[in-house]
């Protein structure tokens, strides 16, 4: 009988932007099946409103202290069974100079903005290479499948999460450090049955297969024509609600967006600039973010000289922590009748629980990432869906509130100026948009997007 029987899927993923894990060795790249089960795991959530209550039986659930038998692998194991990923990519400033684009403080630079904490200066990390004209950088991993251990009421809903997942992964995902920002995009390049599975795969499995293909890289178009197909049966085979934490995780709801940059570049650089560089300059032109912060700076050296933050920075959108650093001149030193230089700094951290957990991050909706297509390298843009933090139900279409926590660095100690609201999606009052929906609708003559569900 085959039903119960064990079976293997093998699927192969492009490198397209350098890509930074870290292993036993800080400093070297290392591709472990751990960091692949943490991504996987972060888009199963985002497809099915009920991960709550599978996910732990599906992809695994540590032991409770109480009861350390409750601790479960999960119905899956995952190796990584091939590679011909080359490490000691560093990124050298000096090399990537060559995207700078104007002249301070209008400078910009995508691919040294987006990888920032990456740069030589910081670290001696080194990252695996990523395809280029010359090499295909790949990576092959098998899932092998124990049927006898999945707990579903169908085990086809357990075969669209697991292998959906790791499609999602493959198409809007990335690994490694600096995720969101571009850095480790990877792209799936085929999924198919091992070669000792394909006789005794079970009937649920074919379909599934036929379903979760690499999408055609022919045009951008043909390639968000794909995407845009898999989201909807996945929303189909995953329906529901969302509420509480379920609402507040990011997730592939009615409001997410997937657009490609058309221009396609010679290499990963050239795409992750493009699209880096016009984040950078989006978020830079959010001006009266910093005036606004440096008059709460001004306010706590000499209160009431300066305005009081009322709300946090419009630019908090895009993810939290964020800090402002001020450098103060010595002329502006004497206008203010401060008595010595210094550099003030502001950080904006959210101040809210999900799930009975403090958060010390929020990432924000969009992330940046790279696909490689038959005509070159393009940046790409996916906006989640997600509740903002704190918020018990889904938000109304217009957006909702989150609280952020300030801290200033003043001088040599810390000191809380307590906790400001933050309109995270409908920042823009006057025009009714969010901030991120409305810098993505600036893009719309450079870039093509997915349709929107309905």
Known sequence: MTLHRPFAIDLRYEVVTPLYLGGSDAEVPELRPASLRGAVRSWYRAIDPRFKEREGHWFGAAADGADERAGRPGPWRVRVVGS???PGFKLERSEYRRFDSGVPPMKTNGVLYTGYTLMDRFNARTGFYPSDARAVATFDVRLTVLPHLVRADDPADFYWALLGSHWLLGHLGALGSRARRGWGSVQLRSVTPAANSQAHLPPAVEP??????????????????????VLTVLAERFPGTRAGASAQTPHLGRRRRVLVLQRGHKDWAGALDHVGADLQRFRRDQHRDREAVAQQLLNLDRPGAGQPLSHAPVRAAFGLPLTFRFALTPRRIRELGIERLRHDAIEFQPAEECDRKVLTRYPGPASLRVVRLDDGWHGAIVKLDGAPVGSPDPPKEEGGSVTASVKGNVLSGNRSVGRVPSDRDAALETIGRGIVDFWLDSLTKAAIEAPRPQ
């Open 84 to 86: 011909t990923l080359e």
């Open 208 to 229: 599934i297969l036929a379903a979760l293909g690499a999408a055609r890289t022919t045009r951008a178009a043909d390639w968000l024509a794909d995407v845009h197909g």
